[in-house]
T-cell receptor
Framework: NAGVTQTPKFQVLKTGQSMTLQCAQD?????MYWYRQDPGMGLRLIYY???????DKGEVPNGYNVSRLNKREFSLRLESAAPSQTSVYFC??????????FGQGTRLTVV | EDKVVQSPLSLVVHEGDTVTLNCSYE??????LLWYKQEKKAPTFLFML????IEKKSGRLSSILDKKELFSILNITATQTGDSAVYLC??????????FGTGTSLTVIP
């Protein structure tokens, strides 16, 4: 049982480049989330999806887009990366009213 | 504005000490409070609390929730170096949204 799988694990981008972070879960959860974690800031919600076909902005959505392709997959896209987007990104999924399960994270550096 | 506040931000103790980590919250439509332990990678789940006054225990770790005063504590007794980590508190609200605190960084010295 793989749980929540994120790819890639590491990525270095130049300012202005675009990329998509992939996330897939095999637990049949309805809700999926993208967080970023910065030192001293804790986890901050970027976007979430309560069910297939729906997405909503979280606390820090600017500079990001998401796509809930199907129930399993929730991708996060940076259209034009900026150094301020250097962070560790976590994808998570959750069935209703139960704890969230996290992926292992993607360490993104924008130079 | 919904928020979760953890204290202290960081803590250094010696092996064998007992520590108490605090989490206070102001979240509308509260459903549950969760504690996670984060070492190098993704947070791992410790406890989920939904009712006041009922202590959850797992080995040397325990946690309790006070829904009237809007806080929770996480206790770790007889600390070990393997307890060194960031401990995150999160509150789940209606609509399956999670609000995280900034975490408490615990360092246990041999």
């Amino acid at each position: 049982n793989a749980g929540v799988t994120q790819t890639p694990k590491f990525q270095v981008l130049k300012t202005g480049q675009s990329m998509t972070l992939q996330c897939a879960q095999d637990m049949n959860h309805n809700s999926m989330y993208w967080y970023r974690q910065d030192p001293g800031m804790g986890l901050r919600l970027i976007y979430y999806s309560a069910s297939e076909g729906t997405t909503d902005k979280g606390e820090v959505p600017n500079g990001y887009n998401v796509s809930r392709l199907n129930k399993r997959e929730f991708s996060l896209r940076l259209e034009s990366a900026a150094p301020s987007q250097t962070s560790v990104y976590f994808c998570a999924s959750s069935p209703a009213r139960v704890k969230a399960f996290f992926g292992q994270g993607t360490r993104l550096t924008v130079v | 504005e919904d928020k979760v506040v953890q204290s202290p931000l960081s803590l250094v103790v010696h092996e064998g000490d007992t520590v108490t980590l605090n989490c206070s919250y102001e979240v509308t439509n509260f459903r549950s409070l969760l504690w996670y332990k984060q070492e190098k990678k993704a947070p791992t789940f410790l406890f989920m609390l939904t009712s006041s006054g009922i202590e959850k225990k797992s080995g040397r770790l325990s946690s309790i929730l006070d829904k009237k005063e809007l806080f929770s504590i996480l206790n770790i007794t007889a600390t070990q170096t393997g307890d060194s980590a960031v401990y995150l508190c999160a509150v789940e609200a209606t609509g399956n949204q999670f609000y995280f605190g900034t975490g408490t960084s615990l360092t246990v010295i041999p």
